[in-house]
C-alpha cells in the first residue's frame, strides 16, 4: 500500500512564497510518475504540474508555468511543489498523487494514489 502525506502549506500573503512537500512510503517512489494537483473552494480539482520517473521531465499547466517548480528526491521518497509569486486565486488544497505510470499525466485519471491534501491559503 502506498501513503502519500502532503506538508509545508499555510497562510501567506500575496506575493509570497511557499514549498510544498510529499513523502510517500513504499520501495517504489523512484518508478512512478508524481503529480500535483488542487482544488479551490467551489471548484473541480485541476491539474497543477507533473514530473516523470527520473525527474528528468516536468509539465506545468499553464496557469503555474514560470511560477511553480516542480521537482522530485527519489533517495528522500519526497516530491516537492515551489510556489513563487503566490497570488490569491491560488487559495486551494493541495494534492499530490502517484501515477500509475513511469511518464507523466495530465489528467486525475493518471494516477492511481493520492495523498490527503495540504491547505493553501494566499492572502490579498
Known amino acids: 500500500q502506498v501513503q502519500l502525506v502532503e506538508s509545508g502549506g499555510g497562510l501567506v500573503q500575496a506575493g509570497g512564497s511557499l514549498r510544498l512537500s510529499c513523502a510517500a512510503s513504499?520501495?517504489?517512489?523512484?518508478?512512478?510518475?508524481m503529480g500535483w494537483f488542487r482544488q479551490a473552494p467551489g471548484k473541480e480539482r485541476e491539474f497543477v504540474a507533473a514530473i516523470n520517473w527520473t525527474g528528468g521531465t516536468t509539465y506545468y499547466a499553464d496557469s503555474v508555468e514560470g511560477r511553480f517548480t516542480i521537482s522530485r528526491d527519489n533517495a528522500k521518497n519526497t516530491v516537492y511543489l515551489q510556489m513563487n509569486s503566490l497570488k490569491p486565486e491560488h487559495t486551494a488544497v493541495y494534492y499530490c498523487?502517484?501515477?500509475?505510470?513511469?511518464?507523466?499525466?495530465?489528467?486525475?485519471?493518471?494516477?492511481?494514489?493520492w495523498g490527503q491534501g495540504t491547505q493553501v491559503t494566499v492572502s490579498s
Open positions: 498523487a502517484r501515477g500509475s505510470a513511469r511518464g507523466l499525466a495530465v489528467t486525475a485519471a493518471g494516477y492511481d494514489y
Open positions: 513504499g520501495r517504489t517512489f523512484s518508478s512512478y510518475a
